[in-house]
């Protein structure tokens, strides 16, 4: 049996929180593999700035777009923005995500409870929608998912997220019965990384809970990668509607 092609010349992929963390990650590591890319997130100056990157040493087309997608119209608006800049998008992958800290659950604000359920189910759910449909019209395509363990296993200081993110483990299931066999629809869902947020972590209990692990130690976010290029690529042709843990084994 040959080897599966994890190339992705010729393809567009767009990546939403796609300028730090675990989606910077991605979009350089499909751009390696030889896509153009949609760099989306809420500060357009740090799109740019990966953008160019990209171009300068990759050599890569790479378009920077600002977009907060816990709003249903920056949503559309992303969508628009992709298909001006390409005639096609071949994947997709929503992996922004937030979850604010709170002292107890009485403390969390209807404002910041739509928040953490706009940015982590509701965009998600408007961009396969909308992305989706269009895959499916143009022939094909991949969406990836960025969930968390928290959906299935989720601790009393992440519960708007916790939910969030078992909602989209359920709309993955969902999408890819919707919009298959042309377009499919998978699952990452992640552990701890080493990102952004990782300075905000009690690092006592972080390490007690790190030993629990079959690796002992949180993932870097390079190691996201491999996981993502097989879901985008035709790697994964016959896989759809998986949720896949990378998560170090973490026990739950």
Known sequence: MENPNLSMAGKVALVTGGSRGLGRAMTLGFARAG?????????????KELATEIEQTIGRR???????VGNWEDCDALYRAAYEAFPRVDVLVNNAGMSPLY????????????????VNLRGPFRLTALFGERMQADGGGSIINISSVSGVNPG???IPYGAAKA????ITVSFARAYGPRVRVNCIMVGRFRTDVAKYWDEEATAAEIEQ???????EPDEVVGTALYLATDASSYTTGAILRVDGGTPY
Do not use: H, M, Q, W
């Open 35 to 47: 896509a153009d890319v949609i760099i989306a997130s809420r500060k357009f100056d740090s799109c």
């Open 62 to 68: 790479a378009v920077p777009i600002a977009a907060n």
């Open 103 to 118: 002292d107890k659950p009485s403390d969390v604000t209807e404002a910041l409870y739509d928040k953490v359920l706009g």
């Open 156 to 158: 009393a200081n992440v």
């Open 167 to 170: 909602g989209l483990n359920s």
């Open 213 to 219: 692990y079959a690796l002992r130690r949180i993932g």
